[in-house]
């Protein structure tokens, strides 16, 4: 053996290094604990409510937007396309293919 503590004096220096599974718990739980009772900034209130708001408002234009190409479409086909005029009690009536 050597007289050399080299190795005493590693073990001695990573001891701070080791990992403690108890600190961690400790430092999770209580970081959950503050998370929870901190109250939101103004800025994060309004960025919870408004996301969600401007996402259902760009969905809701979309399908607006779809519903009335989708309308317009239907109703020149039916204006230029083969349509059925029938005539009853003195009212028109057409009816397209």
């Given at each position: 053996?050597s007289?050399?503590?080299?190795?005493?004096?590693?073990?001695?220096?990573?001891?701070e290094?080791?990992?403690?599974?108890g600190d961690?718990?400790?430092?999770r739980?209580?970081?959950?604990?503050?998370?929870?009772?901190?109250?939101?900034?103004?800025?994060?209130?309004?960025?919870?409510?408004?996301?969600?708001?401007?996402a259902?408002?760009?969905?809701l234009?979309?399908?607006?937007?779809?519903?009335?190409?989708?309308?317009?479409?239907s109703?020149?086909?039916?204006?230029?396309?083969?349509?059925?005029?029938?005539?009853?009690?003195?009212?028109?009536?057409?009816?397209?293919?």
């Amino acid at each position: 053996m050597s007289e050399d503590r080299f190795l005493d004096r590693v073990r001695h220096d990573a001891r701070e290094l080791r990992y403690d599974a108890g600190d961690a718990v400790l430092t999770r739980v209580s970081a959950r604990i503050r998370e929870r009772i901190g109250q939101p900034t103004v800025s994060e209130f309004l960025a919870a409510w408004f996301r969600p708001l401007a996402a259902s408002l760009s969905a809701l234009a979309l399908v607006a937007t779809i519903g009335l190409t989708l309308f317009e479409r239907s109703e020149a086909l039916a204006m230029t396309g083969d349509t059925v005029e029938v005539s009853m009690g003195g009212d028109v009536y057409r009816v397209a293919d």
